[in-house]
Nanobody
Framework: QVQLVESGGGLVQAGGSLRLSCAAS????????MAWFRQAPGKEREIVAG????????YYADSVKGRFAISRDNYKNTMYLQMNSLKPEDTAVYYC??????????????????WGQGTQVTVSP
């Protein structure tokens, strides 16, 4: 059973930074691509960033390019999302996700089987 646990969310002022973590257990973390999604109230869940198993491939949504950075530590079974220059429109519940692919980074939630419970990020004006 794959388990993903997010942490690091919170309340921050616009322009501030947060670092989210996603701790994985239940299978060999090193072999699989992973992604961060977010869902704001009343909106669909959208991909924020993704990373292949060996960090060779990364993806960022246009809305976060240049502000967010995805990374992973395969020895610690943990993925990270460094979020800088946060904006009120970044307010959402952030989820980590993974599936059975090494390099493929699906852009929609239907491409991922395993999800964490989410962590709330709130950016005040």
């Amino acid at each position: 059973q794959v388990q993903l646990v997010e942490s690091g969310g919170g309340l921050v002022q616009a322009g501030g930074s947060l670092r989210l973590s996603c701790a994985a257990s239940g299978r060999t973390f090193i072999y699989y691509a992973m992604a961060w999604f977010r869902q704001a109230p009343g909106k669909e869940r959208e991909i924020v960033a993704g990373i292949s198993w060996n960090v060779a491939i990364t993806y960022y949504a246009d809305s976060v390019k240049g502000r967010f950075a995805i990374s992973r530590d395969n020895y610690k079974n943990t993925m990270y999302l460094q979020m800088n220059s946060l904006k009120p429109e970044d307010t959402a519940v952030y989820y980590c996700a993974t599936d059975h692919e090494r390099y493929l980074l699906p852009r929609t939630q239907s491409g991922y089987e395993y999800w964490g419970q989410g962590t709330q990020v709130t950016v005040s004006p």
